[in-house]
DNA sequence: ACTTTGAGTGTACGCATGTTCACTGATTTC
DNA sequence: GAAATCAGTGAACATGCGTACACTCAAAGT
């Protein structure tokens, strides 16, 4: 390597090329689904030879496998920084359709890499999705039940709330994510569906259970 | 042709031909997606030349939409049978989960494919399958809106609760589609899941349009 | 009877793919 | 400053792909 970064550290350039198959990788996924994009697109994306692949990757499927990890670290930092905010004990469902919306705006990539990958992916890639999306559902359970008019519901409950709300962000983000460029509008009227399908949940769950 | 069957006219032969390759490509489908499945494994798997393929569909994108259209007619089907049958009346809930869950068995690999495809497949698939899904939506709609129940509701609240029905079926279907075989517990298990999540978005409803 | 039709065949082509191997040369290690 | 390391190179391969083309030979039309 001789032009793009002359004096770089060897790590620090191994890992910029790293990341550059990564995102490669993710942005020819958006247009085909992962699973159509083939080592030599990531690599020529990437400016790489298809060789310099396997210095990173031993395959494709564990190129997958590092962008579900990457898709749901995002995911993560984003319920625990929603967890901070103290306007979400007030009002859990205008807060979660809010971070919903803005999280999915932020990193729209990642989030419709998994609503695609975990349903059309290859199969280690939907089993590593579906592993991490009910991790996710336990994870926002323990949140929701710390909440004022939650805490004192079964536990049961409680997960069952969890995964109609993690589903409805599952649906939620295919929605945004099929969304068609420059339209803001479109995009308010997801978040409020957002809200009304939680608020929903939460009513219903209150009711019934009365 | 000259071993297979001999004497057939030559249209229904066509036609056994045509049924032979769309079956090929739909269990095709199942393992690696439709997107993966070539022109040359479909045709060799339904025991035809590749060239031959072209008498039936002008390429595999057109190969797509006609499975498109023969599992939403099994889907429509369905809904028609339901709409006979005098239960739905009473209780719409466990009747829906149960021709739901009945439908789905019954015809697995058709649901298993819009599942898999509406967000995995090529774009020409997702789009029709997004399309009849929205049919779907309002036909469903239409029979909601006679129900006892319902029948004073607003139309647009009445579309909203087919939306969450029809998001939900899919939901379910996806979930069955993914089970092990020879579990029927699971079954039962997930049955009771869609009858839970549909009391909830009714009593939601009630509750809240009060 | 004889001609036409058209579903299915067989060969052949150019192209993209995943993986192999021996290589280069700057950075790191000593 | 010499030696070792290792990210990235470039040529070569076998394989599977979509499609073009000329073909066969029963069934359908006359």
Redesign the pocket.
Known sequence: ??ESA?????????E???QAILASALELSQEQGFAQ?????V??HA??????????FE??DQLGLALVEQSFSTLRRMIRDAQRDPQVFDNIIDAAADVLVEAVKQSKAHFAFVARERVGGPEVVRTAIRHELDLFVSELAVVLARLPNIENWSSDDVQMVSRLFVRNMVSNAEEVVEMPDGRPDLEEQIKEGARRQMRLIVVGFRDWRS
Request: charged content about 20%.
């Open positions: 390597m001789s002359q004096s770089a550290p060897r790590q620090a350039q191994k910029r090329t790293r994009v083939s080592l030599r697109q690599s020529r400016g790489v030879v298809p060789t310099a692949f396997y210095r990173h395959s494709m």
